[in-house]
């Protein structure tokens, strides 16, 4: 079982709707976790920190839950410029490996 | 504020040659990772430093890879021999513990 997993997709969803990316980690151990962003044939950013509680950022809801050990990323209203792969990743508290990204979710807004 | 600066950004080279990648982490960072990202194999992390010294290198795929960061500011992966399956993109990133990894534009590496 990989460490990070997460939906490949490619999700097409049309500009304004609402899409959701789930992704499940292996190590109940994991201690933070991020959602990086990556246009085609660029670097990987930093979208948001994901936080025990949930966070919001404009359009942007992360969510955790430990239980059952998955992340998810909630977004609303979304638009053109939205479209790029999302990585879901996961530090392990004294890790050896550090972070451990996803394969990623491929997102395209269509007009 | 300056990022991870990376180069070069493209590399166009024939197999069997000796290929240097060169890696600025941002200032005051102690953790700096290359990372190498193809198609199918996604983002794979190759080998991580902390305070200048390597601590895991369990993703180096072979011994032609080879890497080093003789001080804070300034890193290298090389590949000798290359071969064209080591195409890809190959990224450098660096952070302060326990903080998110910040990128650099990577450099394209295309073995012929």
């Known amino acids: 079982r990989k460490e990070v997993e997460q939906d490949p997709g490619p999700f097409n969803v049309p500009e304004g709707a609402t899409v959701a990316f789930n992704c499940t980690y292996s190590?109940?151990?994991?201690?933070?976790f991020f959602w990086y962003r990556q246009d085609c044939r660029k670097e990987p950013k930093l979208l948001m920190s994901?936080?025990?509680s949930g966070n919001e950022d404009g359009r942007f809801t992360a969510q955790l839950n430990r239980a059952s050990q998955y992340i998810s990323l909630l977004i609303r209203d979304s638009k053109l410029s939205d479209s790029a792969t999302y990585l879901c990743?996961?530090?392990?508290?004294?890790?050896?490996?550090?972070?451990?990204f996803g394969s990623g979710t491929q997102l395209t807004v269509l007009p | 504020d300056a990022g991870v600066i990376q180069s070069p950004r493209h590399e166009v080279t024939e197999m069997g040659q000796e290929v240097t990648l060169r890696c600025k982490p941002i200032?005051?960072?102690?953790?700096l990772f290359w990372y190498r990202q193809t198609m199918m194999r996604g983002l794979e992390l190759l080998i991580y430093?902390?305070?200048?010294?390597?601590?895991?290198d369990s993703g180096m795929p072979e011994d032609r890879f080879s890497a080093k960061m003789p001080n804070a500011s300034f890193s290298t992966l090389k590949i000798q021999p290359s071969e064209p399956r080591d195409s890809a993109v190959y990224f450098c990133?660096?952070?302060?513990?326990?903080?998110?990894?910040?990128f650099g534009d990577g450099t394209r590496l295309s073995i012929l």
């Open positions: 990133a660096s952070r302060i513990t326990m903080s998110p990894q910040h």
């Open positions: 190590n109940s151990a994991s201690q933070s």
């Open positions: 994901v936080y025990s």
């Open positions: 990743v996961v530090n392990l508290q004294g890790s050896a490996r550090q972070l451990t």
């Open positions: 200032s005051g960072h102690n953790s």
């Open positions: 430093f902390n305070n200048n010294v390597p601590i895991d």
